[in-house]
Nanobody, 124 residues
Framework: QLQLVESGGGLVQPGGSLRLSCAAS????????IGWFRQAPGKEREGVSC????????YYADSVKGRFTISRINAKSTVYLRMNRLKPEDTAVYYC?????????????????WGQGTQVTVSS
């Protein structure tokens, strides 16, 4: 069964940091561009960041640019999202998925093999 599994979420104070992991189960990630998405209560899911297979192209939404860093270790079939200087508005369930295209200014579908998500709560 092909599956992506997110982990690393939790409760953190404003200004704190977390590192999320997206691990592949049943297949290798190295052939795919991977994106991170988030969905806050009452809001639509939004694309946060993505990374292409060669790690030479990354995309960040304006809301996280300069604070979040995406990376990958293909040998571990894992993609990471390092989140620094977290804000209360970063509170959401974070998901990873395979993306059709990861460009420097855009992230496009199709999006598939969604994980189950990991909750990030930023609160004092």
């Amino acid at each position: 069964q092909l599956q992506l599994v997110e982990s690393g979420g939790g409760l953190v104070q404003p200004g704190g940091s977390l590192r999320l992991s997206c691990a592949a189960s049943g297949f290798s990630l190295d052939e795919y561009s991977i994106g991170w998405f988030r969905q806050a209560p009452g809001k639509e899911r939004e694309g946060v960041s993505c990374i292409n297979t060669n790690e030479d192209i990354t995309y960040y939404a304006d809301s996280v640019k300069g604070r979040f860093t995406i990376s990958r270790i293909n040998a571990k079939s894992t993609v990471y999202l390092r989140m620094n200087r977290l804000k209360p508005e970063d509170t959401a369930v974070y998901y990873c998925a395979i993306v059709g295209l990861c460009g420097i200014s855009t992230m496009r579908g199709p999006f598939y093999d969604w994980g189950q998500g990991t909750q990030v709560t930023v609160s004092s």
